[in-house]
């Protein structure tokens, strides 16, 4: 069964840091990963998605992520962080089968001081 | 831009009641979902629907859960005899025939069984 890995589950970052937040999955075909972020209180807002293609792919709000499938890692990037990006992040991989339900990982709650 | 609406936003109710959440998906799309997030946990599937039935279902969507398209708008999740552990944030997703295999979000009902 697919699985997603965050290994870190809070994350303080200082405004205009850089930010990397790390995503491993499990899954037996090619997956189709995504990053989603949620606000206090909000939804689930989808920032970027990789089906295939060019590994390095860019999202909304500045984020990017990298698929590499020797890592099975797809790890989510900003090069500065800006206050509004304080928020929980989900990884997440899409069963490329049947009837393609989402798995989520636990989430990373990221925190960005002054 | 079309977008999955959720109602209500926030539904208390006492244990052992019926509660029913509904949702409209984005008019186009084919492929119905509900997930559900316990407070501080990550985002679990429930159930999936297409062409009028269930697709998919999580362990968790027992005999208690029931979804239906009652007129091919709304897309709804009954509980019918609710418990305290059903106390989560819903989230209804729809999505598209075919690629890119893009679910959209609602932004959830708060289900706060007392």
């Known amino acids: 069964a697919q699985s997603v890995t965050q290994p870190d589950i809070h994350i303080t970052v200082s405004e205009g840091a850089s930010l990397e937040l790390r995503c491993n999955y499990s899954y037996g075909a090619t997956p189709y990963l995504f990053w989603y972020v949620q606000s206090p209180g909000q939804g689930l807002q989808l920032l970027l998605k990789y089906f295939s293609g060019d590994t390095l792919v860019q999202g909304i709000k500045g984020f990017e992520a990298e698929f590499k499938r020797s890592q099975s890692s797809f790890n989510l990037r900003k090069p500065s962080v800006h206050w509004s990006d304080a928020a929980e992040y989900f990884c997440a991989v899409v069963d490329s089968g049947g009837y393609q339900k989402v798995t989520f990982g636990i989430g990373t709650k990221l925190q960005v001081i002054p | 831009e079309p977008e999955v609406t959720q109602t209500p936003s926030h539904q208390v109710t006492q244990m052992g009641q019926e509660v029913i959440l509904r949702c409209v998906p984005i008019s186009n799309h084919l492929y119905f979902y509900w997930y559900r997030q316990i407070l501080g946990q990550k985002v679990e599937f429930l159930v999936s629907?297409?062409?009028?039935?269930?697709?998919?279902k999580s362990e968790i969507f027992d005999d208690q859960f029931s979804v239906e398209r009652p007129d091919g708008s709304n897309f709804t999740l009954k509980i019918r005899s609710t418990k305290l552990e059903d106390s989560a944030m819903y989230f209804c997703?729809?999505?598209?025939?075919?690629?890119?295999?893009?679910?959209?979000f609602g932004p959830g009902t708060r289900l706060t069984v007392t």
């Open positions: 629907f297409y062409n009028n039935e269930i697709s998919e």
């Open positions: 997703a729809s999505r598209g025939a075919g690629g890119p295999y893009e679910q959209y």
